[in-house]
């Protein structure tokens, strides 16, 4: 069984601080990693994509992944109160043959303003 | 825009009836995914689907089954429908090739 870690939260952030979100995987032949925001009652919307070590950066997202360590996480900059929402790290074994993603169960932001 | 619908946002069935959520796809992918949805487990994937008449077992197949028989439709059947299937239902769909999944908005279905 594959899993995938979340710490539930709430994380409660100020407003203009960053957000770090962090997400651990089981399985170490995971190779495609993808962070997902949901809003209540929203469905999830793909934020974050990454594939290698190292930080992926886009805009106020700075996606980080550590394959040795079995980890990924969602950094976010100047965190304002429209980030606050659900966010699930999403892994899969291959994006082209392999269809089967492994969800984590969501790490709940909270952008106080 | 890639646009996923589905066929209810809210559905209430009673225990044993069968139930059918469709999820419509205007993209032409290959892939369409069924997830459910609980607090605290995240999504789980029910069956997904790589190409017409052809489908694959998720992680928790057991009381679904699914059918599509246009590419651009994937419906999801509870043949019995059980109080512990009361969940969100979401719909996804994928280009191969693409690591990105399109969601629909959701079925929450409550089973009395």
């Known amino acids: 069984q594959k899993e995938v870690e979340q710490n539930s939260g709430p994380l409660s952030v100020p407003e203009g601080a960053i957000a770090s979100l962090n997400c651990t995987y089981s399985d170490r032949v995971s190779q495609s990693f993808f962070w997902y925001r949901q809003y209540s009652g929203k469905s999830p919307e793909l934020i974050m994509s990454i594939y290698s070590n190292g930080d992926k950066e886009d805009g106020r997202f700075t996606a980080q992944l550590n394959k040795a360590s079995q980890y990924v996480s969602l950094l976010i900059r100047d965190s304002q109160p429209s980030d606050s929402a659900t966010y699930l790290c999403?892994?899969?074994?291959?994006?082209?043959?392999?269809?089967?993603?492994?969800f984590g169960s969501g790490t709940k932001l909270n952008v106080k303003p | 825009d890639v646009k996923v619908t589905q066929s209810s946002r809210y559905l209430v069935k009673r225990t044993g009836e069968k139930v059918f959520l469709e999820c419509v796809q205007d993209m032409d992918h290959e892939n369409m995914f069924w997830y459910r949805q609980d607090p605290g487990l995240g999504l789980r994937l029910i069956y997904f689907?790589?190409?017409?008449?052809?489908?694959e077992k998720g992680d928790i197949p057991e009381g679904y089954s699914v059918s599509r028989e246009k590419k651009e439709r994937f419906s999801l059947i509870l043949e019995s429908a059980s109080t512990n299937q009361t969940s969100m239902y979401l719909c996804a769909s994928k280009g191969q090739g693409f690591p990105e999944q399109y969601f629909g908005p959701g079925t929450r279905l409550t089973v009395t």
């Open positions: 689907s790589y190409d017409v008449k052809m489908k």
């Open positions: 999403a892994v899969t074994l291959d994006i082209y043959n392999f269809n089967k993603f492994y």
